[in-house]
């Protein structure tokens, strides 16, 4: 069984970075064919794929967040990162990480599995 967890602050103020990490066990980050992602759901409206980080190492983002994040790996911990900069209230949300077998995918019901999620608010 897979779990992920996330950790990292739960208050950023605006125009710092946002950093998160997922913590993996029970399967590697580099199993073949698996994409880890970042997803986010505001308060009072639905989940947003941020983007994801492939077995490979290759990334991929949202466009609309693309020119903020950043999305990062250690294999030795079994960890992925997402760095999202220059935060305004805008993206206060839940933030997740997740495994799937599909690249940008958002059919949600298809991911494997979802770590429980983490609340980051933006104020200052």
């Known amino acids: 069984q897979v779990q992920l967890q996330e950790s990292g602050p739960g208050l950023v103020k605006p125009s710092q970075t946002l950093s998160l990490t997922c913590t993996v066990s029970?399967?590697?980050?580099?199993?073949?064919?698996?994409?880890w992602n970042w997803i986010r759901q505001p308060p009072g409206k639905g989940l947003e794929w941020i983007g994801h980080?492939?077995?490979?190492?290759?990334?991929r983002y949202s466009p609309t967040l693309k020119s903020r994040t950043y999305i990062s790996r250690d294999p030795s911990k079994n960890q992925f990162n997402l760095q999202l900069t220059s935060v305004t209230p805008e993206d206060t949300a839940v933030y997740y990480c997740?495994?799937?077998?599909?690249?940008?995918?958002?059919?949600?019901?298809?991911?494997?599995?979802w770590g429980q999620g983490t609340q980051v608010t933006v104020s200052s």
């Open positions: 980080i492939a077995y490979s190492g290759s990334t």
């Open positions: 997740a495994t799937s077998r599909a690249r940008a995918n958002t059919d949600w019901g298809t991911y494997d599995y």
């Open positions: 029970g399967g590697s980050i580099t199993t073949n064919y698996y994409y």
